[in-house]
C-alpha cells in the first residue's frame, strides 16, 4: 500500500471523540475531572495521535491504546506544576533543576519548625518580641568571623540592600574587569543605579590597578565596591588589587570597602583538585561588607547573607527594604540547619549534598556507573555502555572547569524509539528524567543521582522498552 493510503487507513480508525467519552474507563475518568477537562485531554491525545500518524510512528491504532494515553495524559494533568525530577545532567548547581538540594540530615528538624509554632521573633527568655535574625547570627559570625550578620532573600537581595542602605546617592567604584552578570537579570552596573547610587567604572577588562581606584576617589566616593567574577574568567594578562589593599584604601578615604562573593564558599576545595576560590572568612577579614549566596557553593536553601562590620550591619537592619526582602523562618531554619555542619569542616562534607557531588571520588562515580549499567543491562531495546566524561559544578561557579566522571551511554536499538524521542520521553514522564543529549546518545552523568535514582531510571526504561 501507498504511503498515503495507510495514514488515511489510520486516520479512519481514530475514534471519534463522543464514542470515547462512552467508553467505561473515560465516565470514570469525567465522574473524577469533568467532561471539560477530559474533553480537552481526549482533543489533545487525539491531536498527538495524528502528529504520529502523519510523522510514520504510528501502525496501527487500537481503542484500548487510545484510551491508556487518555488515562495517563489525565494523570500527568493532575500532578503539582512543581514536582521532583532526576537530575542526570551531572551538573550539581542546576539553576534550572533548584541548584541545592538540603541535607536529608536537617529534615527532622525542617519538619518540626514548619509543622509547629517557633520562637521565631520572641525571646523566650526576656519575653519579649525578638528578631528573627538573632537565630543565625552567632553562628554566622564564629564561621565567617564578621562582627554581625543578617539573612535575606537572596544574594541579589543582599547586594541591593547593602547598596541601598551605605551609597544611596553616591558613586560606586566598581573595576571594569567586574562588571558582572549573573543569570540574566542581576547586571552589577543596573544594581548600583537601582540602589539609587552612580556607578564609577575604573581600570580596564583585564587590568585594573590600585592607583585606577585611587584616582577615581573622590568626595562624592559612597564606597568600593568588588565582585567577585564567579561565572567567568579573565585569563592572560591580567591584574588587580589585592582585596587587602582596596580595603586600605577605603579606609583612608572613609569609606567601606563592600566585597560580593557571590558564591559562598566555606570549604577550600583545593584539595579536592578545584581551582582555588576565594573562601567567606577570606573576604570577611578584608572588607566590611561581604554579601554571598545560602545555596551557591554553600548547599543550603536560596537565600542571601550579608556579613561583616557591626556599625554598617546594623545600619542595614534599620532600612526599611528589609521588610521585603526578609527570610521566611523555612529559609531561616534551613540554613541555620546547614550551617550547623560546617562547625566540623569533615562532616560538611559529610553531610551536605553540593559538597558530596562535587567532592566525589571518581572510582564511587565508575562503580555507580556500572551499577546503573548492569540495571539497564536486560531491558532489550537499548544499548548501554559507560564512558568516562566531565560533569560540571554548575550555577555559574568554577567556570571553565570540569570534574572527572563516568557517563551512562544509551542507545536505542533500531526499531524502537529514536534518542531525541527517548529524551523527550524520559523528561516528560511522572517521574521526570533530565539528562543529556550528545552524539545521538542519551547520556546519564551519575555524579548527581540520588539514592532510589537508578531503580527509577530502571523501572522508566522497562515501562518504555518492555512494553
Ligand atoms: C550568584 C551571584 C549573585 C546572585 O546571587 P543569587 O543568590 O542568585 O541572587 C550575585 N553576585 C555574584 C558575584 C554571584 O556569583
Redesign the pocket.
Known amino acids: 500500500m501507498e504511503n498515503k493510503e495507510v495514514q488515511r487507513k489510520l486516520f479512519r480508525e481514530i475514534p471519534a471523540v463522543n464514542d470515547l467519552m462512552q467508553e467505561k474507563a473515560i465516565q470514570q475518568l469525567i465522574a473524577q475531572n469533568g467532561e471539560h477537562e477530559i474533553k480537552k485531554v481526549i482533543h489533545q491525545v487525539l491531536d498527538e495521535i495524528r502528529q504520529q500518524i502523519l510523522s510514520g510512528k504510528l501502525t496501527a491504532v487500537n481503542l484500548s491504546n487510545v484510551i491508556e494515553m487518555i488515562n495517563t495524559q489525565s494523570h500527568l494533568d493532575n500532578l503539582p506544576s512543581l514536582r521532583p525530577v532526576i537530575n542526570g545532567t551531572g551538573v550539581i548547581l542546576h539553576t534550572n533543576l533548584g541548584r541545592s538540594l538540603l541535607s536529608p540530615a536537617i529534615e527532622e528538624y525542617l519538619n518540626q519548625i514548619m509543622f509547629s509554632y517557633s520562637n521565631l521573633e520572641y525571646n523566650l527568655a526576656a519575653k519579649k518580641r525578638g528578631l528573627r535574625y538573632h537565630h543565625i547570627e552567632k553562628l554566622l559570625c564564629e564561621l565567617t568571623g564578621a562582627e554581625d550578620a543578617l539573612v535575606v532573600n ?4 543582599a ?1 541591593m540592600l547593602t547598596l541601598d542602605t551605605l551609597v544611596p546617592h553616591k558613586e560606586v567604584i566598581v573595576s571594569r574587569g567586574e562588571l ?1 552578570e ?2 540574566g537579570s ?1 547586571r552589577v552596573p543596573e544594581i548600583i543605579t537601582k540602589g539609587g547610587g552612580t556607578l564609577r567604572e575604573v581600570g580596564t577588562t583585564n587590568k585594573t590597578h590600585l592607583q585606577d581606584y585611587q584616582a577615581a576617589l573622590t568626595d562624592q566616593t559612597g564606597a568600593i565596591l568588588k ?5 567567568y574568567r579573565i585569563i592572560g594578562f591580567t591584574e588587580k588589587p589585592d582585596p587587602a589593599e582596596l580595603q586600605e584604601l577605603a579606609h583612608q578615604a572613609g569609606i567601606p570597602m563592600i566585597n ?4 559562598g564558599l566555606l570549604i577550600d576545595l583545593s584539595k579536592y583538585g578545584l581551582p582555588r576560590e576565594p573562601l567567606i572568612q577570606e573576604a570577611v577579614a578584608t572588607s566590611d561588607i561581604v ?1 554571598f ?4 557553593l554553600l548547599g543550603g536553601p ?1 537565600a ?1 547573607v550579608i556579613a561583616g562590620k557591626r556599625e554598617l550591619i546594623e545600619q542595614i537592619k534599620q532600612n526599611q527594604l528589609l521588610r521585603a526582602l526578609r527570610v521566611d523562618k523555612m529559609t531561616l531554619a534551613a540554613l541555620a540547619a546547614t550551617l550547623q555542619f560546617y562547625r566540623d569542616p569533615a562532616e560538611a562534607l559529610k553531610k551536605i549534598p553540593t559538597l558530596q557531588m562535587i567532592t566525589i571520588d571518581s572510582e564511587r562515580l565508575k562503580q555507580r556507573a556500572e551499577d546503573l549499567a548492569s540495571s539497564l543491562s536486560a531491558i532489550n531495546g537499548i544499548q548501554v555502555a559507560t564512558v568516562s566524561g566531565t560533569s560540571q559544578v554548575g ?3 568554577y567556570p571553565g572547569y570540569f570534574l572527572p566522571t563516568t557517563l551512562v551511554c544509551i542507545s536505542p536499538r533500531s526499531g524502537y524509539y529514536s534518542s531525541t524521542e527517548l529524551e523527550r520521553l524520559l523528561r516528560t514522564g511522572e517521574f521526570p528524567i533530565i539528562t543529556r543529549l550528545e552524539q545521538d546518545k542519551v547520556i546519564i552523568d551519575v555524579r548527581t543521582l540520588q539514592n532510589g535514582d537508578i531503580q527509577q531510571i530502571t523501572a522508566r526504561l522497562r515501562e518504555l522498552f518492555d512494553k
Open positions: 537572596n544574594n541579589a537581595a547586594v558582572v549573573i543569570g542581576f565582585v567577585h567574577t564567579s561565572n560580593d562573593l557571590g558564591s554579601t549566596s545560602g545555596d551557591k536560596q542571601g550555577g555559574g561557579s
